[in-house]
């Protein structure tokens, strides 16, 4: 019934809804010409969202979740799709991934072992290697010293990318982006699960976000939020409309902010819900990458001790 409902004014529901939606909005992406061809929620929601700049799988995905929460709770333009499971579907599979804690903390991503052990004495929480190189003995040897790095200390280690070396090396989890998982086999997928690893997954939007979630990964990285120049991204920076969207509808998951983050932005990033955020820059260029640690993690706490006492309403 609601994916064949019509609207009585499609063009009036999709500029209602770009309207009431403003903060989420992409002008790069954006097309204006998007219409509701036939009427249907999913048409005028479709043609919302593309004009809003979401690139078109994630349009569709929100626009499919529209018409399953119009079924429930009847159309509102100034409504929008959050709820995992009877908006998008989603449960997480019955052999997830190991666990991560809800809230990560500062995570750290670094260029070597040396990084990984300067921010480990820190007492950085969360550390991921990043490390980029073509040779696999090289890979190995540096996936090695950063498990060896963090012996003794409380930090979690990620390995970005070489999840084979971090099974070897025995570490805590590793990060894969979307190219990385579209290179697994169900077999690979089978021998990370059941290793114990920790699955983090990088996602840049909803259709991402849906592929990764149907994984059961350990945790879901939301962005690139701000801009980047560290590397090319494949999507424009999300900004913090869309972090809180995608926050609130991934709230059972942990979730990692990252992208262009710095102390600049860490009330944005902290109001959105995430659990967590990641930075690059913010410590590796940083004149004393020690006390920048300090100071993030010390205006984190202050942030969420505030929302999560209600101080300032994180929305």
Partial sequence: MPARMRLSDPEAAVAAIVAAH???????DADPEACATDGSVYAVTYAAARRLGFVPDDAAVLASAWVRRTARLGFDPRDWPDDAAQDF???????PFAPC???????????????????AAAGVPTLQLRFKHDDPARI?????????????????????????AALQAGAWGVHLGQEDLQTLSPDDIATLRASGLRLGISTHGYAEMVRA?????????????????LKAMPTAPQGPGRLRAYARLAQRLPTVAIGGIGLEQLPEVAASCVGSFAVVRALVQAADPEAAARE?????QALRSGYNAGLTDPR
Avoid at 22 to 28: G, L, Q, V
Avoid at 89 to 95: H, Q, S, Y
Avoid at 107 to 113: E, I, S, T
Wanted: charged fraction near 20%; avoid cysteine; aromatic fraction near 10%.
């Fill in 89 to 95: 579907g989603l449960a997480l599979p019955p052999a």
């Fill in 213 to 229: 979630w149907r994984l059961g990964p350990s945790y879901l990285a939301l962005g690139a939020v701000y801009p980047t120049t």
């Fill in 140 to 164: 190995a040897a540096e996936v090695e010293a950063a498990v060896r790095a963090v012996q003794g200390t409380p930090a979690r280690l990620f390995i970005n990318d070489h999840w084979r």
């Fill in 101 to 119: 804690p809800p809230e990560l903390g500062l995570y750290a991503v670094l260029p070597d072992a040396a990084w990984v052990a300067r921010m």
């Fill in 296 to 300: 993030l993690m010390r205006r984190w």
């Fill in 22 to 28: 403003a903060d989420k909005a992409i002008a790069r």
